[in-house]
């Protein structure tokens, strides 16, 4: 390697020196003060809008949604008519109840029907591997199989069960949409 000569030494020094030394002052604080002041009169003498749409002031039709080809599907009627003197927030606490009510029997039906589908499945695999002490229930089950075969029919049928329970839960969240509840309503 070459020695650096002391001159060079003393340029690379004081490159990053002179670098730092010609950085811009600050711009004034005042510059910021007249622009936030320009902006805040800008904005009282903008004009206003004149009407504000919201959900309350929109007007509502049955016919107002996207259309769709095919039959027209009668408008489901709500399960929760309205009393004489009630109000239409209380109306909408006690459809929402209903609902959820509905949507909470549904899914515990199902909870249900699952947790027994796990249980039956756990009897036939303890059912195939099951040893019998008596030596002629192992030769007449043997061929038969019939505690299998039994629970093999009763895992199927729950499983059929389970669907009808899905496909029910999905119907009634198609009513809950025809009914027009918002679908928060569904979940737990």
Not at 34 to 48: D, I, L, M, S
Not at 136 to 159: C, H, M, P, S
Request: zero cysteines.
């Amino acid at each position: 390697m070459r020695r650096m000569t002391p001159a060079l030494l003393g340029l690379l020094l004081a490159f990053p020196l002179a670098l730092f030394a010609q950085q811009p002052p600050p711009p004034p604080e005042q510059d910021v003060v007249a622009a936030a002041r320009k902006a805040r009169e800008a904005k009282k003498n903008a004009q206003k809008a004149k009407f504000v749409f919201t959900n309350d002031n929109i007007p509502q039709s049955p016919g107002s949604g996207p259309s769709v080809a095919g039959p027209a599907a009668a408008p489901a009627e709500p399960s929760v008519k309205p009393a004489a003197g009630a109000s239409p927030e209380e109306d909408r606490k006690k459809e929402e109840a209903e609902w959820r009510k509905k949507f909470a029997e549904a899914r515990g039906k199902l909870a249900t029907a699952e947790k027994e589908l796990d249980i039956l499945q756990r009897e036939l695999n303890l059912n195939r591997q099951q040893y019998y002490s008596d030596p002629n229930k192992t030769l007449r089950e043997e061929y038969t199989r019939g505690d299998v075969n039994k629970g093999k029919a009763d895992i199927d049928a729950k499983k059929l069960e389970i669907a009808q329970l899905r496909a029910a839960l999905a119907a009634l969240e198609d009513d809950l949409r025809r009914a027009g509840g918002p679908p928060a309503w569904a979940r737990p």
